[in-house]
């Protein structure tokens, strides 16, 4: 049995690319784990095949998967102190109608049990009082949690060597989620804004439910892309200029978009309830956020691979290449003699 696995497996690999049967054998021989070490998969598969190959390996590996799994707890434990700092910063605006619109808009975000988890906010919002909470900065903070997962997801998207330091995390964090709530604020302005001038002046023509949901996925969108912008500009340890993030960003945005239609109309199938009973809704969720979180840092690292930009993918491979033989000159250097003039 062992001989005719070997001959199919001999038979196998003369159909195979040359380079590709080459570094199969190598980690074989080396008893290296094939699909936990994905990163040379464009060494014989050049082109942006082996860069998506590549990205799709290294998301499925230990630890990205990891990361992620981390991004999504973080979400879980974020999402709803962010909506109460947002809705804290709506208390600026007495408005019932915007108040209303604004509520309408968490309904479309939550893709389950919308109308429980939309009601039991406002309950919990009514007893507490917007004015009484202790404070927006533990808020954001609570918040930063998001961010603090999502920049370590990026940095080993990126191959960031040096991260940065626990507090400078925390101060960026922070300041993203403030950005976050006056961002998502002007959205349901705006939002607001539209179903007005819809109830206006188009009453007749289209309806305000249809208006609305346009308008909430157009807006959705905007703000995906400038969150995103700023979260692979900002968050990771390094220096990329702003026209190299904005594929990542509206690539990631677009499927985010898709991903969450998709899971809407998934979900209702899966059968949670009967499963996991009264906390399938919070199992939805992770589901939802782990969703998110392969296609954020997916994106991420297509980039990093030169996905979209050849010229990225090569700059990215001198630096790799001049990393290496400066940690084997390091080497060299530490295992000469003392007394070795070299």
């Known amino acids: 049995m062992k001989a005719g696995l070997v001959n199919r497996f001999r038979g196998i690999s003369k ?36 860069a998506f190959l590549s990205a799709l390996g290294w998301l499925f590996c230990r630890e990205s998967t990891l990361l992620v799994f981390s991004f999504t707890f973080a979400f879980l434990l974020s999402i709803f102190p962010l909506i109460v700092l947002l809705i804290s910063l709506t208390a600026a605006f007495p408005s019932e109608p915007f108040q209303e619109t604004l509520f309408e808009a968490l309904r479309h975000f939550f893709p389950v049990s919308q109308d429980w988890i939309v009601r039991n906010l406002q309950i919990y919002l009514a007893e507490i009082g917007v004015h009484q909470v202790i404070s927006l900065v533990l808020l954001a903070w609570a918040g930063s949690g998001l961010f603090f997962a999502l920049e ?48 206006r002046f188009l009453a007749n023509a289209v309806s305000t439910e ?25 968050l990771p340890n390094r220096n990329v200029p702003m026209r190299r993030i904005l594929p990542e960003a509206f690539f990631a ?9 998709v899971f809407r109309w998934v979900a209702p199938h899966l059968e949670l309830e009967e499963v996991y009973g009264p906390f399938y809704v ?14 954020i840092v997916g994106s991420a690292r297509l980039g990093a691979n030169g996905f979209f930009m050849p010229s990225q993918r090569s700059e ?14 390091a080497m060299e250097t530490a295992m000469l003699p003392s007394g070795d003039p070299k």
């Open 15 to 50: 159909v195979m690319r040359p380079g590709l049967r080459r570094v199969l054998m190598r980690r074989y021989h080396q008893h290296q784990p094939w699909l936990t070490s994905p990163d040379r998969i464009d060494e014989v598969l050049p082109g942006r095949p082996g």
């Open 152 to 199: 370590a997801a990026l940095e080993s998207a990126y191959r960031v060597r040096l991260p940065r330091n626990f507090v400078g995390s925390q101060i960026r964090g922070t300041a993203l989620v403030l950005a976050l709530g006056l961002l998502v604020l002007l959205a349901a302005t705006v939002l607001h804004g539209a179903v007005w001038l819809a109830e």
């Open 210 to 234: 249809r208006v609305f949901t346009l308008t909430y996925y157009g807006i959705t969108f905007m703000v995906t892309v400038c969150l995103l912008t700023c979260a692979f500009h900002w």
């Open 253 to 261: 945005a677009c499927l985010i978009i898709v991903a969450d239609l």
């Open 282 to 295: 919070s199992v939805t969720i992770l589901l939802w956020g782990y969703t998110f979180g392969c296609i």
């Open 316 to 329: 990215a491979a001198e630096r790799e290449a001049e990393m290496a033989r400066a940690q084997r000159r």
